[in-house]
């Protein structure tokens, strides 16, 4: 995957990612992506705080990561406004219920959200908040090996499937 570089239609993937974050599945689907960042701290999280989104409050969002608990909310704001509002809002997993015990530090939604679009022939994605062009020979909508085995080990499923899960866990710390 190739970071994108400033001759790409960065705003026409804005717009095709402002119609997903309402819920639109006309460009690609949106999904909910343990970061990095958190990734580590997935089997200790119960519930998720947030800031105000969208200037609805927080978003009730528990471990389950439902991606449509973030389009219900997003729906709500005027489309040319959604993807200022997504890099404005956090996320942080939290141990309790309470949303007192944090696990980490507040974490921009856009690293927890992944959406691929295709784009005049080209294939781009929204990985960790930024966009990305993949390469033919990639996995599309794979996440990396040691966030998959997380996932998979709360019990969901991704959408590759245990073919790919098998393939990348191998190098998997």
């Given at each position: 995957m190739n970071a994108l570089e400033?001759?790409?239609?960065?705003?026409?993937?804005?717009?095709?990612l402002a119609a997903a974050l309402g819920g639109s599945t006309r460009f690609g689907r949106l999904a909910l992506r343990w970061p990095a960042a958190a990734a580590d701290r997935a089997r200790d999280t119960v519930a998720f705080r947030s800031n105000d989104v969208g200037g609805y409050g927080p978003l009730p969002l528990d471990a389950t990561l439902d991606v449509t608990t973030v389009t219900a909310r997003f729906a709500h704001i005027p489309e040319f406004a959604r993807t200022d509002?997504?890099?404005q809002s956090r996320l942080i997993p939290c141990a309790d219920q309470e949303r007192e015990q944090l696990l980490t530090a507040p974490i921009p939604l856009d690293h927890w959200l992944t959406?691929?679009?295709?784009?005049?022939?080209?294939t781009y994605r929204l990985h960790e908040g930024r966009w990305h062009r993949?390469?033919?020979t990639e996995p599309v909508s794979a996440p990396e090996p040691?966030?998959?085995a997380i996932?998979?080990?709360?019990?969901q499923r991704s959408d590759d499937e245990d073919h790919v899960v098998g393939a990348r866990l191998a190098g998997c710390p």
């Open positions: 400033d001759d790409t239609p960065f705003p026409a993937l804005e717009r095709r509002e997504l890099k959406f691929e679009t295709t784009l005049h022939g080209r993949v390469g033919h040691c966030c998959e996932w998979r080990s709360l019990g």
